[in-house]
């Protein structure tokens, strides 16, 4: 994992309100679309940004509250090969349990994924629209204690195990230097 520069927490949940925006969870209070959602989160203004944040996150916002504020946060690069993707961890949710037979590894749902694609439509689904070039890498949040890792997704899981089916199972080489920006938060 390669450090980029410091951001702040509002940096980090705005980013991860840009991937939830491309989500099939978009489903956002009042009647903002995509597009005007989009507009606020890439408006500069901390204010709208803030206001859209709290509109696409509210479903999350108990994950949100629950990542301590002293963790430090950084724009990081994650680089797309065995040995980085092995170290990458699924928050412990029970769909997550049934798809990694208990390991919790982003490596072992993708293995069982890719054998039976019927185990998780939803990650099937993002595979397809990631062969497609139709996914949004912007958001992917990872938390560690050192930036070797070991790291658990708490955003972009579905993504990162379609990033390891395509680029590690199935040999594709769908993921421009093989590298993916993410936000690493290190307690």
């Given at each position: 994992?390669?450090?980029?520069?410091?951001?702040?927490?509002?940096?980090v949940?705005?980013?991860?309100?840009?991937?939830?925006?491309?989500?099939?969870?978009?489903?956002?209070?009042?009647?903002?679309?995509?597009?005007?959602?989009?507009?606020?989160?890439?408006?500069?203004?901390?204010?709208?940004?803030?206001?859209?944040?709290?509109?696409?996150?509210?479903?999350?916002?108990?994950?949100?509250?629950?990542?301590?504020?002293?963790?430090?946060?950084?724009?990081?690069?994650?680089?797309?090969?065995?040995?980085?993707?092995?170290?990458?961890?699924?928050?412990?949710?029970?769909?997550?349990?049934?798809?990694?037979?208990?390991?919790f590894?982003?490596?072992?749902?993708?293995?069982?994924?890719?054998?039976?694609?019927?185990?998780?439509?939803?990650?099937?689904?993002?595979?397809?629209?990631?062969?497609?070039?139709d996914?949004?890498?912007?958001?992917?949040?990872?938390?560690?204690?050192?930036?070797?890792?070991?790291?658990?997704?708490?955003?972009?899981?579905?993504?990162?195990?379609?990033?390891y089916?395509?680029?590690?199972?199935?040999?594709?080489?769908?993921?421009?230097?093989?590298?993916?920006?993410?936000?690493?938060?290190?307690?």
């Open positions: 994992m390669k450090l980029i520069e410091k951001i702040d927490r509002h940096e949940l705005r980013r991860w309100a840009i991937g939830e925006v491309y989500s099939e969870f978009f489903n956002p209070l009042y009647e903002f679309g995509r597009d005007e959602t989009m507009k606020m989160l890439l408006s500069g203004s901390r204010y709208l940004e803030r206001e859209a944040i709290d509109m696409v996150l509210e479903f999350k916002q108990n994950l949100v509250d629950s990542i301590s504020l002293y963790v430090k946060w950084y724009r990081a690069i994650l680089e797309i090969n065995k040995s980085d993707l092995d170290m990458v961890y699924t928050l412990q949710l029970p769909g997550w349990e049934k798809n990694t037979d208990g390991s590894l982003v490596a072992d749902a993708a293995r069982n994924i890719n054998e039976m694609p019927d185990m998780d439509a939803r990650i099937s689904g993002i595979y397809q629209s990631l062969k497609d070039r996914v949004k890498l912007q958001g992917i949040t990872l938390l560690a204690v050192d930036k070797i890792g070991p790291y658990v997704a708490v955003e972009g899981t579905g993504r990162l195990t379609s990033i089916m395509a680029q590690q199972l199935n040999n594709l080489d769908l993921i421009q230097d093989n590298q993916v920006e993410v936000a690493l938060g290190l307690y």
